[in-house]
């Protein structure tokens, strides 16, 4: 039974959600994320060019590009906080859809969703797995419900990237922590303004995969199904 354009009640009692206005909030959250993280690598540049000659620079330009960087890292911080309430929001409601349209993809209960990006290491892994099934699961919503694949490219390009500025951020974060000459400062600065650099791709990435997703689970308004697009 279809409800207006947004919900659809199937045999089993589950019902299909349109996600389209969290996936306009949380791509709006993840655009203004990717401006912190421009705006960061801008930052970084600064870092750069002042620790690499720190001894020939005024005390003023030092405390000048120092509180530049400070601000970059404080915006970077309160958006990834907001965007990740929103994200987990929509990536719950997402897999609660899944189940509708394939009840035998998801190895994982629902909550899972949500709970999955708390546990220390299995979160490098276990949340791409399940925006994999989720992805496979939204794929079998054609009216002849035959079984289709979708490429996950795309999936793959932002975990990958996600994961990498992990990563560097952890080093960079250690490399700043034990720096004591201006050498060892810009090193740091350097692998900072990367891990920023690949936050930045992460985040344009997500927006594509919400985008793709989403549109992939859009309830058909004639067919009380999500159409694949």
Known sequence: MLIQSSAVVPPSGLVVR???PLAIATS???????????????????M???????????DDEIVRTDDLYQLA??????????????????????????????????????????????????NLWMPFTIAREIWTASAQTAPDKSWREVSQRLVKAWWTSW??????????STLQSRAKTPEALQ????????????NLAAALLAIAFVWKLTAMQHPNTTLGTASAT
């Open 18 to 20: 349109s996600v389209r």
């Open 28 to 46: 709006a959250l993840l655009g203004l994320t990717a401006a912190a993280d421009l705006f960061a690598v801008y930052a970084g540049i600064q």
């Open 48 to 58: 750069h060019r002042v620790s690499g000659a720190l001894f020939t620079r005024s």
């Open 73 to 122: 890292g404080r915006l970077q911080l309160s958006g990834i906080l907001v965007t990740a309430i929103v994200f987990l929001l929509w990536f719950y409601r997402v897999r609660c859809n899944a189940d509708v349209f394939v009840q035998d993809v998801c190895t994982r209960s629902r909550g899972w969703a949500i709970g999955s990006w708390f546990i220390p290491i299995a």
């Open 163 to 172: 994961i990498a500025a992990v990563v560097m951020a952890r080093i960079s």
């Open 187 to 198: 090193h740091a600065a350097d692998m900072t303004m990367a891990a920023d650099a690949l």
